[in-house]
């Protein structure tokens, strides 16, 4: 977990001003309009300027204020809500209030959105059956294991699911997704 | 050719268009929000049309190259509709987010009270958050009904300059070249306007303030008829600039107005095809 003051100190001067300026305003007027506002750069390889500063504007918002800005967002911004409950100082306050976010864009056709959500607040709170079907989507969907947070739950049934759906692949003749084999020889 | 599609309705459109238009040179499009096949009943089923708008439907375009914008409105047959009245309510909403490049479509389609009271209001909400509009005009009484359109717009102090009045015909474009407004035109296989008649209104009426559209939708449509235009042209003697023009930098200059637009790089990515995968996704 990114703790908020680290990701401030990446923020360019000017993103940092417009942030103080909008955090005197309410959220639902300056969430959507922080990208225009602040620009896309990328700041480093796991936030882009927009990103992070969406999820400092979620740092002591309630719970009720975060699950509103990710259902009324357009795609960027429920990526900017899920992004931001990597940021502890985001998550820990919601406790499991924001699962629901988690859930729906679990239930997306958007990779970019089901990636994002399997992070660290997905780890701790998502329910075990969900978790696995969570990480089965990404093999499914031909998203990268790897930007999957919470491995050591990997579990006994969740093997047994991957080892069905490769064997329903190799039956089918069409090629198994590589990093599946870490998984299929898992000793856990 | 590099074509910008200024008014389609991809929703209503397969992943073999998506392909077919990139294969043709489509870089960009705009969906304008309208009526479906089916009336709709209620404001939630607006909401998750608009949802699709600025989420899933610029997602399904990505993995083609293609830059998905949209603009949002309640449209004038449905404003008729008690039950979608409350749409307005949630409109504010939407026209704040990057995405929306214009209000619309709105205008008229049988000219009835409401719709010009729900006309007129979205026609404020332009203003109030700096948007072009796009204006549809009815398919039935159009002449008289773009008349209307043009009083109407007149009247509301918008610049003309942010308004484009769609759906135009030969009887229609001089009214509308005269006003200072953008002219827009959806060719389609067998009504509204064809390749060789826009042809000939593009050499009356000249390049500028110029809109080409395919307007493809659920209906019978073609998502290649930009293209179809632009073909037209060059046999025609226009230039590859004046193509240009006409199916490029004319739609990024109307809905570049918006200050919304964002046209940098066209390449599918994101979308855990490529090599991009890990980009941005684990903090």
Redesign the interface.
């Known amino acids: 977990m990114t703790p908020a003051d680290i990701l401030e100190e990446l923020l360019p001067g000017a993103a940092r001003t417009w942030l103080t300026e909008a955090r005197q305003q309410p959220l639902a007027a300056v969430f959507p309009a922080a990208a225009r506002k602040v620009g896309r750069d990328r700041l480093g390889p796991a936030w882009t300027t927009d990103q992070a500063v969406r999820a400092l504007l979620l740092v002591g918002a309630p719970a009720t204020e975060v699950v509103d800005v990710y259902r009324y967002g357009d795609a960027a911004e429920k990526l900017a809500v899920l992004h931001a409950l990597s940021v502890a100082d985001v998550a820990e306050p919601l406790q499991d209030k924001a699962l629901p976010i988690v859930e729906d864009a679990m239930r997306t056709n958007d990779q970019r959105l089901v990636a994002a959500a399997l992070g660290p607040y997905a780890t701790q709170h998502l329910p075990q059956h969900a978790f696995r079907q969570a990480v089965l989507k990404c093999v499914f969907a031909n998203i990268p294991l790897a930007v999957v947070d919470g491995l050591p739950r990997v579990d006994q049934e969740l093997i047994r699911m991957m080892s069905d759906f490769a064997a329903e692949r190799s039956a089918a003749g069409r090629e198994i997704p590589a990093d599946l084999e870490a998984y299929l020889t898992s000793p856990s | 050719m590099r074509i910008f599609d200024p008014h389609i309705h991809m929703t209503s459109r397969t992943t073999d268009d998506y392909a077919a238009m990139a294969a043709h040179g489509v870089q960009a499009l705009v969906e304008p929000a309208f009526w479906l096949g089916q009336p709709r009943t209620s404001v939630g089923s607006f909401v998750d049309y608009f949802d699709a708008l600025?989420?899933?439907e610029?997602?399904r375009a990505a993995q083609y190259g293609i830059k998905h914008h949209c603009t949002i409105a309640l449209n004038p047959k449905e404003a008729n509709d008690p039950r979608c009245r409350e749409v307005l309510e949630v409109l504010p909403?939407y026209l704040?987010?990057?995405?929306v490049v214009a209000v619309g479509e709105v205008g008229y389609d049988s000219m009835t009270p409401e719709e010009d009271e729900v006309f007129s209001v979205q026609l404020e909400l332009a203003k109030q958050f700096e948007l072009p509009v796009l204006v549809h005009t009815p398919h039935r009484d159009k002449a008289a009904g773009t008349t209307r359109t043009l009083d109407v717009v007149k009247e509301s102090g918008l610049a003309p300059n942010l308004v484009v009045v769609d759906h135009l015909n030969e009887v229609t474009v001089k009214e509308v070249a005269d006003s200072g407004c953008w002219m827009g035109f959806s060719i389609y296989p067998d009504t509204k306007m064809d390749p060789d008649r826009m042809v000939v209104i593009l050499q009356q009426f000249g390049t500028e303030r110029i809109l080409v559209n395919s307007a493809a939708d659920w209906g019978k449509s073609d998502p290649l008829r930009t293209y179809a235009t632009g073909q037209a042209m060059l046999a025609a003697g226009f230039t590859d600039d004046d193509v240009d023009q006409v199916l490029w930098r004319n739609p990024v200059a109307f809905y570049g107005q918006s200050?919304?637009l964002d046209l940098e790089d066209t390449t599918p990515e994101?979308?855990?095809?490529g090599n991009s995968?890990?980009?941005?996704?684990?903090?």
Request: charged share 35%.
């Open positions: 600025i989420g899933w610029p997602f909403r704040a987010k990057d995405g200050q919304r994101d979308t855990f095809e995968i890990l980009r941005g996704i684990k903090p």
